[in-house]
């Protein structure tokens, strides 16, 4: 009996590629990193450069009453208006910069003692640092609210305080000249704990090694801290900076839930978030409330710049 053999069939062959697809594939793979984020890169790029534009756009106009009624174009005028304005302008810009530096100044040194602290294990530190972290739920809004009532010159608390070791009422939200100051306070309030846990997890990555070393040399805390810790930490430093200084030039909700229109009758508190926004909303003055967002917003983007280029630097 004979063996029945099945009839040999070749696989077919697969199509070659073409070169123009190989080409297009290689440079595909080369570049999918990018390929994959250019989506979302598109999307994030148009809403930021409509806005932009747009708010541009009616900078040079004099549209008012309404962003649909009709406007003329007037060029750079706005922008001669508002930077020769001395009434309200350039106190706002001047109270910008001053809130921004002083919130700043000691949100920093006393995240960074507070992180110091916290460096080093010990008994509750848990808990430590969940108190620590509580400002930091609540929003701004909310935060402002509660210390307008604590700050109030007639029932707060602050006041009921001051009188049990025989200090006067103080004005604190309601004076002309402490209002700033009170503001300020607030926010150091609220802010200080995220430029801890920024300088914490920086101190967390350091290594031990050059630590030990200053230490077995004689190098007492404060020239360890000095010459050892604070230039291995600056880097993070830079960082915690630039985010919570571009935090703090924004600063709006605390502002307006403690003091509310105007930054209060006498404008005391009128930064330039705060002056645009009244521009805006309760004038509907839209082409001078634009210019100053475009101002406001190109001296944001100085801001970053310098403190980028700083961190730069460092890093060399």
């Excluded at 697809?21 to 809403?47: D, E, G």
């Excluded at 922008?79 to 949100?107: H, I, K, N, Q, S």
């Excluded at 920024?198 to 020239?223: C, F, M, N, V």
């Excluded at 930064?271 to 001296?299: H, K, M, P, R």
Aim: hydrophobic letters at 50%; proline letters at 6%; a neutral charge.
């Amino acid at each position: 009996m004979s063996a029945v053999t099945a009839p040999r069939t070749d696989s077919p062959k697969a199509p070659m590629a073409s070169p123009e697809s190989s080409a297009w594939s290689q440079w595909a793979n080369k570049h999918r990193k990018w390929l994959f984020a250019a989506p979302a890169m598109a999307f994030v790029a148009v809403l930021i450069i409509f806005p932009v534009a747009w708010t541009g756009y009616l900078s040079l106009t004099d549209a008012e009453g309404s962003v649909r009624a009709e406007s003329e174009f007037i060029g750079f005028q706005n922008y001669l208006d508002v930077l020769t304005d001395t009434d309200r302008f350039w106190p706002a810009v001047w109270r910008t910069v001053l809130f921004t530096g002083v919130v700043l100044f000691f949100e920093v040194v006393l995240g960074m003692a507070i992180a110091l602290l916290l460096w080093r294990p010990f008994r509750g530190e848990k808990w430590v640092r969940v108190a620590i972290l509580l400002p930091l739920v609540a929003t701004p809004v909310a935060v402002g609210m509660m210390w307008r009532l604590i700050f109030d010159p007639n029932i707060g608390m602050a006041n009921q305080l001051l009188g049990w070791i025989g200090i006067g009422p103080q004005p604190w939200l309601a004076g002309q000249n402490s209002a700033l100051p009170t503001t300020m306070f607030i926010d150091i309030w609220q802010w200080t704990p995220m430029v801890v846990l920024i300088l914490l997890a920086g101190l967390t990555s350091l290594s031990d090694e050059p630590q030990e070393a200053a230490r077995i040399d004689g190098a007492s805390s404060w020239q360890r801290f000095r010459h050892v810790t604070l230039p291995l930490l600056m880097p993070t430093v830079i960082v915690a900076i630039l985010l919570r200084g571009i935090d703090a030039l924004k600063t709006f909700d605390i502002l307006y839930a403690t003091k509310g229109r105007g930054g209060g009758s006498f404008h005391e508190v009128e930064t330039l978030n705060v002056y645009a926004y009244g521009l805006s909303f309760d004038y509907n003055d839209y082409g001078v409330s634009s210019t100053v967002l475009i101002i406001f917003f190109l001296i944001i983007i100085g801001v970053m710049w310098a403190l980028t280029y700083r961190k730069k630097g460092l890093g060399r």
